[in-house]
Antibody, heavy 115, light 107 residues
Framework: EVQLVESGGGLVQPGGSLRLSCAASGFTFSSHWMHWVRQAPGKGLVWVSRIHSNGNSTTYADSVKGRFTISRDNAKNMLYLQMNSLRAEDTAVYFC????????WGQGTLVIVSS | DIQLTQSPSFLSASIGDRVTITCRASQGISSYLAWFQQEPGKAPKLLIYTASTLQSGVPSRFSGSGSGTEFTLTISSLQPEDFATYYCQQLNSFPITFGQGTRLEIK
């Protein structure tokens, strides 16, 4: 079964850092682009970042560029999102999703940025 | 950035109804459009990709059409499990963007 499981969310103060992880299983992880998408409480979906299957190419939304870094470890079937200089507006559930079709998605991990 | 505008934002319908949700793009996106369903507290689920291709395992009562700037998602006969929020998504150019969502509720 194809599965994505996020972890690493929590409460962090403004200006702080957090690293999210997404564990992949049930498919050849190293063959797929991967994405992070977030959803603020009660709001819609916002694409955050993507990474090529080999990790050599990344793209970011303007709202996180320079603060967030996407990476992956294909040997461990893991996707990461390093989030620095966090702001209140980064509060959201963060989802990882597979490939060009965004299928499937993980269950999400909640990040709350608050003092 | 390409803006996607869904209409309506809220829809009230009954079991067995046929419903249509529209997604309009601020510029042409060919057929690079997908539709997702999201139930409360759950992850989005892919329904349709490349505007009209039904994802494997998705019931045939769901269908998509359109190209360029106007797209539709149709549910031919609403079932209880279809009451959820639906999002369109464009993959024509970065940043990838989503519509604001259409919340479908039981009348």
């Amino acid at each position: 079964e194809v599965q994505l499981v996020e972890s690493g969310g929590g409460l962090v103060q403004p200006g702080g850092s957090l690293r999210l992880s997404c564990a992949a299983s049930g498919f050849t992880f190293s063959s797929h682009w991967m994405h992070w998408v977030r959803q603020a409480p009660g709001k819609g979906l916002v694409w955050v970042s993507r990474i090529h299957s080999n990790g050599n190419s990344t793209t970011y939304a303007d709202s996180v560029k320079g603060r967030f870094t996407i990476s992956r470890d294909n040997a461990k079937n893991m996707l990461y999102l390093q989030m620095n200089s966090l702001r209140a507006e980064d509060t959201a559930v963060y989802f990882c999703a597979r490939g060009g079709r965004f299928d499937p998605w993980g269950q999400g991990t909640l990040v709350i940025v608050s003092s | 950035d390409i803006q996607l505008t869904q209409s309506p934002s809220f829809l009230s319908a009954s079991i067995g109804d046929r419903v249509t949700i529209t997604c309009r793009a601020s510029q042409g996106i060919s057929s690079y459009l997908a539709w997702f369903q999201q139930e409360p507290g759950k992850a989005p689920k892919l329904l349709i990709y490349t505007a009209s291709t039904l994802q494997s395992g998705v019931p045939s009562r769901f269908s998509g059409s359109g190209s360029g700037t106007e797209f539709t998602l149709t549910i031919s006969s609403l079932q209880p499990e279809d009451f959820a929020t639906y999002y369109c998504q464009q993959l024509n150019s970065f940043p990838i963007t989503f519509g604001q969502g259409t919340r479908l509720e039981i009348k």
